[in-house]
Every structure is written in structure tokens, then in C-alpha cells.
């Protein structure tokens, strides 16, 4: 058992970084691309990599996600109808598409922003 340890964690590592590519392919991918290149007429994600950096970023990351976003390069659909972990995974597969340093986001971060009855037409790029 002992030497079967590393190799269970090997395994339960992949699956969930599986599983965050997984829930990008299907929710994600269609717009912004297998790695947030963007899908025309879909944005690509590159110049989300700045907002990982301050406390208003991150916020804004979590509500685009929650509630979608309406702006010039049209409307994406909000997802909270996915679990606060897979959120988490999906803000988490973006930042490492994009090579950005920064905490990894926890699912209490999803939590907290949820049940404000926002609108996409009505999340703002701080
Ligand atoms: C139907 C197409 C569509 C889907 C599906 C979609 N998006 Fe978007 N997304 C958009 C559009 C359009 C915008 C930009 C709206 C605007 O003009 O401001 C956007 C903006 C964003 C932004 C903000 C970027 C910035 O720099 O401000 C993030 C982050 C994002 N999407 C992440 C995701 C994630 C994660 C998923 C999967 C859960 C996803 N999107 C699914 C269309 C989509």
C-alpha cells in the first residue's frame, strides 16, 4: 500500500485536472476556444491574465462566470447552475491557459458571490 500511495495521488491529481479540462471543453471551448484563443466572434481570454491580480479582478472573474457578461463582443451566458468547485476549477483551468501566477480560486470565493440576481448587461470589467 505504501507504494501504492504516490500513484493513487498521481491518479486523483489527473482526474481532477481532467475533469477542469473536461468542464472547460464543454462550457467554455465553444466560445473562447480549447485554449482561451478565442472563437470568432467570441473574444479570446488573454487580457483576463491582469485581473487575477487585485481583489476587484478576481471578484469580477467569479460574477462573469455566475452571472455572464454583455458587452461589444456580444453575450455570454452566466453558469450558476454549475457547483461552486467546478467554478472554482474553471477560473483555475483559465489561469493556468494563460500561464497567470496567482492564488489558486476556492470554491468558498464562488459561494459568496452567489444569490445577487444579476444580470450580464450589469457586470462591469473593474
Ligand atoms: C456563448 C459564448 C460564450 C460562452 C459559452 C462562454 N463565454 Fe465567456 N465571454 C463571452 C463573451 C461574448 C464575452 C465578452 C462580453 C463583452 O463583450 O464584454 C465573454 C467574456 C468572458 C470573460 C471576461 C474577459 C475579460 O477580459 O473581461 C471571462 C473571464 C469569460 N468570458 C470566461 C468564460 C468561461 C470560464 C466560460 C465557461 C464557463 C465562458 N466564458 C463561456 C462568450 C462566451
Same mark, same amino acid.
Given at each position: 500500500?505504501?507504494r501504492?500511495?504516490?500513484?493513487?495521488?498521481?491518479?486523483?491529481?489527473?482526474?481532477?485536472?481532467?475533469?477542469?479540462?473536461?468542464l472547460?471543453?464543454?462550457?467554455?471551448?465553444?466560445?473562447?476556444? !480549447?485554449? +482561451?484563443?478565442?472563437?470568432r466572434?467570441?473574444?479570446? /481570454?488573454?487580457? &483576463?491574465?491582469?485581473?487575477?491580480?487585485? $481583489? =476587484?479582478?478576481?471578484?469580477?472573474?467569479?460574477?462573469?462566470?455566475?452571472?455572464?457578461?454583455?458587452?461589444?463582443?456580444?453575450?455570454?451566458?452566466?453558469?450558476?447552475?454549475?457547483?461552486?468547485? !467546478?467554478? +472554482?476549477?474553471?477560473l483555475?483551468?483559465?489561469?493556468? /491557459?494563460?500561464? &497567470?501566477?496567482?492564488?489558486?480560486?476556492? $470554491? =468558498?470565493?464562488?459561494?459568496?458571490?452567489?444569490?445577487?440576481?444579476?444580470?450580464?448587461?450589469?457586470?462591469?470589467?473593474?
Open positions: 500500500m505504501k501504492l500511495l504516490p500513484f493513487l495521488l498521481l491518479l486523483g491529481f489527473s482526474a481532477l485536472a481532467q475533469g477542469a479540462e473536461g472547460w471543453a464543454r462550457y467554455c471551448a465553444q466560445c473562447h476556444g !480549447e485554449k +482561451a484563443q478565442g472563437v466572434p467570441y473574444p479570446g /481570454l488573454g487580457e &483576463a491574465a491582469s485581473l487575477l491580480a487585485t $481583489p =476587484e479582478g478576481r471578484r469580477y472573474l467569479v460574477l462573469v462566470v455566475l452571472y455572464g457578461k454583455k458587452g461589444a463582443s456580444g453575450l455570454m451566458p452566466g453558469f450558476a447552475q454549475l457547483k461552486d468547485e !467546478e467554478l +472554482a476549477a474553471l483555475n483551468h483559465l489561469m493556468a /491557459l494563460l500561464k &497567470a501566477k496567482g492564488e489558486p480560486f476556492k $470554491p =468558498e470565493e464562488i459561494k459568496k458571490e452567489r444569490g445577487q440576481n444579476l444580470a450580464p448587461d450589469q457586470i462591469k470589467r473593474p
